[in-house]
């Protein structure tokens, strides 16, 4: 059963900056696509930025510029850098692992909470 564990989360000022972390206990991260996606109350799921096992990148139009995504597979963890935060960006976070036969895992989510 692979777990993801995310942390990192909470209340920061318009402007400010955030680190997600998610770890997986798994060994078989090094193997697989990591994602960030957000849910924002009222609204669907989003994707905010995924990696490929070989580091690829890609962003959501709405974080580009001002976010990065990177894995630390020595630490089956992947984490989410967001700079200059809106409160728009307000959101649970949640990290997805895609294993190589598709089957997706979530973490239970973290909280942000972006202040005016």
């Known amino acids: 059963q692979v777990q993801l564990v995310e942390s990192g989360g909470g209340l920061v000022q318009a402007g400010g900056s955030l680190r997600l972390s998610c770890a997986a206990s798994t060994n078989i991260f090094n193997n697989n696509a990591m994602g960030w996606y957000r849910q924002a109350p009222g609204k669907q799921r989003e994707l905010v930025a995924t990696i490929t096992s070989s580091g690829w990148t890609n962003y959501a139009y709405s974080v580009k510029g001002r976010s990065t995504i990177s894995r630390d597979n020595a630490k089956n963890t992947v984490y989410l850098r967001m700079n200059s935060l809106k409160p728009e960006d307000t959101a649970v976070y949640y990290c997805?692992?895609?294993?190589?036969?598709?089957?997706?895992?979530w973490g239970q989510g973290t909280q942000v909470t972006v202040s005016s």
């Open positions: 997805k692992l895609t294993t190589i036969w598709n089957t997706d895992y």
